[in-house]
């Protein structure tokens, strides 16, 4: 069994910054590509930055610039810095791995549970 727990959101003033972690858990043979997406009310999920095995990144045009994704892949832990933070980042902001659990097997794509980040002044 795998899980993965967020943290790190939060209520910010726009302009402000957060940094939300992701730490998976269990049974974790590697690691693909980590991820983060979000979901604002009323819209569909959106990815917001993915981060594969190798270090290559990709960013969604919006946070292009603000926000950086990392990864620590001895913890098995993805970070997402949001800076320069405007109300419309306002979300559940949900992360995303892919995961193999044992050697020779498929990968399996798990979520966390989600933390919310509110954009407000």
């Known amino acids: 069994q795998v899980q993965l727990v967020e943290s790190g959101g939060g209520l910010v003033q726009p302009g402000g910054s957060l940094r939300l972690s992701c730490a998976a858990s269990?049974?974790?043979?590697?690691?693909?590509?980590m991820g983060w997406y979000r979901q604002a009310p009323g819209k569909q999920r959106e990815l917001v930055a993915v981060?594969?095995?190798?270090?290559?990144?990709s960013y969604a045009n919006s946070v292009k610039g603000r926000f950086t994704i990392s990864r620590d892949n001895a913890k098995n832990t993805v970070y997402l810095q949001m800076n320069s933070l405007k109300p419309e980042d306002t979300a559940v902001y949900y992360c995303?791995?892919?995961?193999?659990?044992?050697?020779?097997?498929?990968?399996?794509?798990?979520w966390g549970q989600g933390t919310q980040v509110t954009v407000s002044s």
């Open positions: 981060i594969t095995s190798g270090g290559t990144i």
């Open positions: 995303n791995a892919d995961i193999v659990s044992t050697r020779g097997a498929g990968y399996n794509t798990y």
């Open positions: 269990g049974s974790i043979f590697s690691i693909y590509a």
